[in-house]
């Protein structure tokens, strides 16, 4: 028994050493954890607004619409709106996101490098004619593309404008720089901004929108599932009803927004045109 008492005492001392030891190994690891703290996530980025306000330099009524030369502070440019009395020195506000660049108006005779196509200046509303409706309202951008199918769509084509798919075969033109229209559309991120040569079949004329005429061209390549078997050229060449088969030579733009809900994923600008 006596031996037995000093032996049970050894124990406990071991046990009580070792959990000392334990705790003394397990404390520091608990303190360099520190208690989670809640990050508030970061606000959404609201996009930028188009609204541009600036005071009138010069102004003149032409075609259905007014064109105001605006002082924006650190630039200029032109707008057009449907006809509105405005006068110089007046400030105007506008929606700046519907941009033309080299623009020719037939009415004035005259280049602009730009214009920005306002629906109307904000707060004011555009003059009208007896029967009620806004003049000039018919041939704003809008009104204007309907007329080649239906009105705004934001689908490549754009979808409401595009001809049906024809069961057509046409030769690709020749050249380097020479597409079908399926390369294009499949292509068109890497082509953007280059100068291009596409040959088709003219499926649609329509003349004189915004001082352009929009051709549409099918050569039997692209999808209409894709909407990819229809490309839209534009040009300042006057139509020849006789137009059957075309080599057209642009500048390609990708995803090309004219505003309104009219987005074309590839269209052909600026183009001369061979039979």
Same mark, same amino acid.
């Given at each position: 028994?006596?031996?037995? %008492?000093?032996?049970?005492?050894?124990?406990?001392?071991?046990?009580?050493?070792?959990?000392?030891?334990?705790? +003394?190994? %397990?404390?520091?690891?608990?303190?360099?954890?520190?208690?989670?703290?809640?990050?508030?996530?970061?606000?959404?980025?609201?996009?930028?607004?188009?609204?541009?306000?600036? +005071?009138?330099?010069?102004?003149?009524?032409?075609?259905?619409?007014?064109?105001?030369?605006?002082?924006?502070?650190? =630039?200029?440019?032109?707008?057009?709106?449907?006809? +509105?009395?405005?006068?110089?020195?007046?400030?105007?506000?506008?929606?700046?996101?519907?941009?033309?660049?080299?623009?020719r108006s037939k009415?004035?005779?005259?280049?602009?490098?730009?214009?920005?196509?306002?629906?109307?200046?904000?707060?004011?509303?555009?003059?009208?004619?007896?029967?009620?409706?806004?003049?000039?309202?018919?041939?704003?951008?809008?009104?204007?593309?309907?007329?080649?199918?239906?009105?705004?769509?934001?689908?490549?084509?754009?979808?409401?404008?595009?001809?049906?798919?024809?069961? %057509?075969?046409?030769?690709?033109?020749?050249?380097?720089?020479?597409?079908?229209?399926?390369?294009?559309?499949?292509?068109?991120?890497?082509?953007?901004?280059?100068?291009?040569?596409?040959?088709?079949?003219?499926?649609?004329?329509?003349?004189?929108?915004?001082?352009?005429?929009? %051709?549409?061209?099918?050569?039997?390549?692209?999808?209409?599932?894709?909407? =990819?078997?229809?490309?839209?050229?534009?040009?300042?060449?006057?139509?020849?009803?006789?137009?059957?088969?075309? +080599?057209?030579?642009?500048?390609?733009?990708?995803?090309?927004?004219?505003?309104?809900?009219y987005l074309y994923?590839?269209?052909?600008?600026e183009a001369t045109?061979?039979?």
């Amino acid at each position: 028994m006596s031996k037995l %008492i000093p032996a049970l005492c050894l124990a406990a001392l071991f046990v009580v050493t070792a959990c000392e030891k334990s705790e +003394t190994a %397990i404390q520091p690891a608990e303190q360099a954890q520190p208690a989670a703290t809640a990050t508030a996530p970061a606000p959404a980025q609201q996009p930028a607004s188009t609204i541009r306000t600036g +005071t009138v330099l010069e102004t003149m009524d032409s075609g259905g619409y007014t064109y105001m030369h605006v002082d924006l502070g650190g =630039s200029q440019e032109w707008v057009a709106v449907p006809v +509105t009395g405005v006068s110089v020195g007046q400030e105007v506000s506008y929606d700046g996101a519907m941009v033309m660049p080299n623009f020719r108006s037939k009415t004035l005779d005259r280049e602009f490098d730009a214009v920005v196509f306002a629906g109307g200046i904000i707060g004011k509303g555009a003059a009208t004619t007896a029967d009620g409706d806004a003049a000039g309202a018919a041939d704003s951008f809008d009104a204007a593309l309907a007329g080649q199918g239906g009105g705004p769509a934001a689908n490549p084509g754009s979808l409401k404008s595009i001809t049906p798919a024809a069961e %057509i075969q046409v030769a690709k033109a020749e050249g380097e720089n020479a597409y079908s229209i399926g390369e294009v559309y499949a292509k068109a991120g890497e082509l953007n901004g280059q100068r291009i040569k596409v040959r088709g079949k003219v499926m649609k004329v329509t003349e004189n929108i915004m001082g352009r005429n929009w %051709i549409h061209l099918q050569d039997g390549t692209g999808t209409p599932e894709t909407k =990819s078997h229809d490309l839209v050229v534009t040009t300042a060449v006057t139509p020849d009803p006789a137009w059957d088969v075309v +080599t057209v030579d642009g500048v390609l733009a990708a995803d090309k927004d004219f505003g309104a809900g009219y987005l074309y994923a590839a269209i052909i600008e600026e183009a001369t045109i061979t039979e």
